[in-house]
T-cell receptor, first 110, second 113 residues
Framework: DVKVTQSSRYLVKRTGEKVFLECVQD?????MFWYRQDPGLGLRLIYF???????EKGDIPEGYSVSREKKERFSLILESASTNQTSMYLC?????????FGPGTRLLVL | GDSVTQMEGPVTLSEEAFLTINCTYT??????LFWYVQYPGEGLQLLLK?????DKGSNKGFEATYRKETTSFHLEKGSVQVSDSAVYFC????????????FGTGTRLKVLA
């Protein structure tokens, strides 16, 4: 079975802190994705990566950056956390059309 | 642009009732279509998919048929259980190499015993 793990289930950070969210997949997938999930808005794509060191902006990249130094790991970085980044963050990976999701990280920014 | 529209929730049903969750899409080509389910406190899991017109995806008693003429992919189940309580997401994807998804906003289902 494909396994996608995220470093934390819950995080509480202060405004202005730098925040790292880590995602690891164990199926050698080329593609990895970061989404945020908010009530009434569904899932919105922040960034995705189709290969090591390759990345593309999604629909809402502002305030975020990403890093993919190894194929299995895709990190989402909030350079200076703000309260409007309080959300559920979901990571996914895929080799073809089916995406496999991690359990999510619920981030609260105070 | 491409988009997915789902019926607004929440949907509340009694156990053993028939379920339909509507999903329609707008797309310039011929996408693959998906239903994902999110149980409380968890990430999304693939429930079923269909890759071309008239395909029927099915899993765990759920079904959806890819209808090109009505651009729809409605989710159905004949008899729901309390354990089906979850949020259901419809999504589309194109075979473009990166397989980015476009998701609907999700429909919350609550099944009462």
């Amino acid at each position: 079975d494909v396994k996608v793990t995220q470093s934390s289930r819950y995080l509480v950070k202060r405004t202005g802190e730098k925040v790292f969210l880590e995602c690891v997949q164990d199926m050698d997938h080329e593609n990895m994705f970061w989404y945020r999930q908010d009530p009434g808005l569904g899932l919105r794509l922040i960034y995705f990566s189709y290969d090591v060191k390759m990345k593309e902006k999604g629909d809402i990249p502002e305030g975020y950056s990403v890093s993919r130094e190894k194929k299995e790991r895709f990190s989402l970085i909030l350079e200076s956390a703000s309260t409007n980044q309080t959300s559920m963050y979901l990571c996914a990976s895929s080799s073809q059309e089916t995406q496999y999701f991690g359990p999510g990280t619920r981030l609260l920014v105070l | 642009g491409d988009s997915v529209t789902q019926m607004e929730g929440p949907v509340t049903l009694s156990e053993e009732a028939f379920l339909t969750i509507n999903c329609t899409y707008t797309a310039t080509g011929y996408p693959s279509l998906f239903w994902y389910v999110q149980y409380p406190g968890e990430g999304l899991q693939l429930l079923l998919k269909a890759t071309k017109a008239d395909d029927k995806g099915s899993n765990k008693g759920f079904e959806a048929t890819y209808r090109k003429e009505t651009t729809s992919f409605h989710l159905e189940k004949g008899s729901v259980q309390v354990s089906d309580s979850a949020v259901y997401f419809c999504a589309l994807s194109f075979d473009s190499g990166t397989y980015k998804y476009i998701f609907g906003t999700g429909t919350r289902l609550k099944v009462l015993a």
